[in-house]
């Protein structure tokens, strides 16, 4: 008889684990509404998101695949579809890395990191005011 209880229970509990997997999953593709990937061939790496007034996205990160050295600050601004808008590097020779981003009261954009090309020392701090366009300003 206890056998057969303990049978009953896992076969329960197993029931449960399946269903909540469907469920998870099912709900997880109702939620993703886009899935996008940027980069080249190299390393690419994003640090930080934000959304942005426009209700698109600005992503700051680092780029190996294209720019002026090594490893370049990388800014990507994304529409609401998660489309490319326009992306711009930031950079010399060697290391250059982007670590956050925000978006500044006049609609353009500050990034935080580190450099290597610049500065007087092997890294030190950069920071960089960009227009709402990305220019430098």
């Given at each position: ?20 997997f ?102 030190d ?8 366009e990305?220019?430098?300003?």
């Open positions: 008889m206890r056998k057969v209880i303990n049978f009953q229970l896992i076969v329960i509990v197993m029931v449960l684990v399946l269903i909540s469907y469920c998870i999953g099912y709900a997880a593709e109702e939620i993703l509404t886009w899935d996008k990937t940027f980069g080249g061939i190299e390393v690419d790496m994003a640090n930080s998101i934000i959304q942005t007034e426009d209700g698109g996205y600005a992503v700051a990160g680092y780029t190996w695949s294209k720019g002026a050295g090594r490893e370049d600050a990388w800014l990507i601004k994304l529409d609401e579809n998660g489309d490319v808008v326009w992306d711009k590097t930031f950079g010399g020779s060697n290391e250059d890395v982007a670590r956050c981003i925000i978006q500044a009261e006049d609609g353009g954009y500050v990034l935080a990191g580190y450099t290597e090309s610049k500065g007087a020392g092997r890294y701090v950069w920071v960089i005011k960009l227009d709402e990305g220019n430098l300003e």
